[in-house]
């Protein structure tokens, strides 16, 4: 009985001097304390910062998905454009203009949907002459294939248009040798026939105002030359609408000009 007595008093001892060991364990000095509390700090002013990022992430959530309908809208405005684009490409001829676009003049008030572009004013000596660098209206290949088939032959949209180019291009080569023959700004060997175009040719009434070139411009032309595939094209190219001729009388010779109509 005794015994039984004082192993229980050991017992309870031993848990006593157990829970007072743990409890030294649980026991810091100042230092150490001080450091805990540092790292406390810090711990905190981290978690401080993570809360900050996460609401700049939510704000910028926000704003992305209150721009979504906008973005969406501008997806579609641009899909709706590439198919237009697609079409207008599907619709002209692979020859692209080697003349650089007359850049357009907007002016007045109003409505100027409807209105057309603003030209540039003249300068003395250039109210007949027409605009040097004005493109050339290309023919597109369903101009060309409703055409018969004996007028067209073997001709292609991109050679017709290529022809239709050199002749802009000698189009604007007489007019700025007319321009500079009235201002008296060309010499040399070209001189006399600038002189010539200017006061002889230029002055006749169908002339006037139009981008033209004499049929002797084209002996000097690379895809359009007086032979029997040259005639063809300036065929196509009247019926389309493109060109025009006049017969103008120069010094008792008769001269075919041809027109370039805009």
Known sequence: MATGVLEQ???????????LQQATLLRADD?????????????????????????????????????LPAAQAVIRAATLQQRQLEHVEACLPTFLPSLPPTP??????????????????????????????????????????????????????DRVNQSLDELAAHAARNAALVLAARRGR?????????????????????????????????????????????????TVLRHLGRISEAR????GTTLLAILLQD
């Open 104 to 157: 357009p003049v907007h002016g007045g008030r109003g409505d100027t949907a409807n209105a057309e572009p603003a030209r540039r004013p003249r300068a003395p000596g250039q109210e007949n002459c027409a605009e040097p660098n004005a493109v050339p209206r290309y023919i597109s290949s369903a101009e060309l294939e409703s055409l018969s088939s004996y007028m067209r032959g073997r001709l292609t949209a």
């Open 186 to 234: 060309v010499a040399g060997a070209d001189k006399r026939h600038g002189m010539w175009l200017a006061y002889s040719v230029a002055i006749k009434e169908p002339l006037r105002g139009q981008r033209w070139v004499l049929e002797s411009d084209l002996k000097t032309g690379n895809a359009l030359k007086l032979d029997k595939s040259g005639k063809a094209i300036l």
């Open 31 to 67: 230092a150490s304390a001080a450091l805990y509390k540092d790292d406390l700090v810090a711990l905190e002013s981290r978690v401080r910062e993570l809360e900050g990022r996460v609401r700049g992430v939510r704000e910028q959530l926000a704003r992305d998905r209150a721009a």
């Open 248 to 251: 103008v009388s120069v010094e």
């Open 9 to 19: 008093v050991v017992l309870a001892f031993s848990a006593q001097i157990s829970e």
